[in-house]
């Protein structure tokens, strides 16, 4: 599995058999099966942080409701009787916070089962391969991934899934343990110990690194692009501001339906809603266009953006030096230092924008990837969209 070109196309039931050299260890081959125990074990892998989500918004709901109900603050009431004024706050905070939680988990399930649901046949196909040194997927349209061991910081089996954080702490790759056979899962455990155990021994001797800044190179026949993948802060900064509306939406969204599950679930609120005469009071109290619940999605959404800067920021720190190679295939993310394939996108899967900036490469309606056209010459531009346009070509019937 770390070939320089894997062959791309649907995926086999062929896997290697024999021990990798040196190991003793035969690799290990499943297919991607997810139930919704499953997915909701994953949901539930950051509950810290909808926790923290959950507490932080109804800290922020419990003080607007304190400024609604009681304008302004006295700062004479409130030195006389803070706890008073804090037990207020806290007692209006358990509520939505205990509500923001379950939101959060409950629209996280059945979002995620969704997704599983509609790319069922795609994810029907898609096989592991965990070996001694590396662990590898490919799915039926030809997405090839291969992550050595050494590239992730967690690994951290449970009951039902194999977690595992890479460097940058924002990427996580979950992996169930009934996408193995019976037979299998002892042996698969019995691998991912042995490689903590290792990852946890000290190291007597670093590899070299290899070279941090390699020229862009065409091989002798001029029918692939290698080049070194950088970003300038502008650039990085460009790929952010094209994240913040997705953020925005989502907040926007998730609000909308804890906003209505809180109109349902309080006394007060249901007294409220059934007592407006107005078509267009109702549905301005179900759309919550009141200053307040205004004001407090103004403040969600500025929230999600920070947060959502503050975890771009950590995960581009940590992001390794690799490479592009681009050919009539697809797009190939190749380390540093060697050859080694990390990443394969076929072309026939994904969905090519040119911007003067950017070559935007988007897989469904999400971007993927951002490559800067600065590290290409004028040549190689036409090159690549030359043969992303004939490859979605070929494919279209």
Avoid at 30 to 42: I, M, Y
Avoid at 101 to 111: D, P, Q, R
Avoid at 243 to 266: C, D
Wanted: aromatic share 8%.
């Amino acid at each position: 599995m770390h070939d320089d070109a894997p062959p791309p196309g649907p995926v086999t039931d062929d896997a290697t058999t024999e021990p990798q050299a040196g190991t003793g260890l035969q690799p290990i081959t499943g297919r991607l099966r997810t139930t919704p125990l499953d997915v909701l074990a994953e949901i539930l892998l950051g509950w810290k942080q909808l926790l923290a989500n959950g507490i932080l918004l109804g800290l922020f709901w419990s003080i607007s409701l304190q400024t609604h109900d009681y304008p302004p603050f006295d700062h004479a009431v409130g030195q006389r009787e803070w706890g008073v004024v804090m037990e207020l706050i806290a007692l209006g905070a358990l509520q939505p916070a205990a509500l923001t939680f379950t939101v959060l988990v409950a629209s996280g399930w059945f979002w995620r089962c969704l997704v599983v649901y509609c790319r069922r046949n795609v994810r029907r196909g898609t096989t592991y391969v965990l070996s001694a040194k590396s662990i590898s997927a490919r799915d039926a349209n030809g997405l090839y991934t291969d992550i050595a061991w050494d590239d992730f910081r967690i690994i951290r089996p449970t009951r039902r899934l194999l977690v595992l954080r890479m460097r940058g702490r924002s990427r996580r790759l979950v992996i169930t343990w009934n996408s193995f056979a019976r037979q299998d899962v002892s042996r698969a455990k019995a691998l991912v110990q042995m490689v903590r155990m290792h990852k946890a021994a000290p190291v007597a001797a670093c590899s070299p690194t290899g070279t941090t800044a390699l020229p862009a190179r065409l091989d002798a026949e001029e029918d692939e692009v290698t080049v070194p993948l950088s970003f300038t802060r502008g650039e990085r900064f460009s790929i952010f501001l094209k994240l913040v509306p997705y953020a925005a939406l989502m907040t926007l969204g998730l609000m909308l339906m804890l906003h209505l599950v809180l109109m349902f679930s309080l006394t007060d609120r249901r007294a409220i809603l059934s007592g407006a005469t107005d078509m267009i009071d109702r549905v301005r109290l179900l759309l919550g266009l009141d200053p307040q619940t205004l004001c407090i999605n103004a403040g969600s959404v500025v929230l999600s953006i920070v947060f959502l800067f503050v975890n771009y920021l950590r995960q581009i720190k940590a992001q390794p030096m690799s490479r592009v190679r681009i050919d009539a295939q697809g797009i190939r993310l190749l380390d540093m230092d060697q050859d080694t394939v990390r990443f394969f996108t076929p072309w026939t899967v994904v969905r090519i924008i040119s911007t003067p900036r950017f070559l935007e490469v988007k897989q469904g309606k999400r971007m993927s990837f951002c490559y800067p056209w600065r590290l290409f010459s004028p040549q190689d531009r036409a090159r690549i969209l030359a043969w992303a346009a004939q490859a979605r070509g070929v494919a279209q019937p």
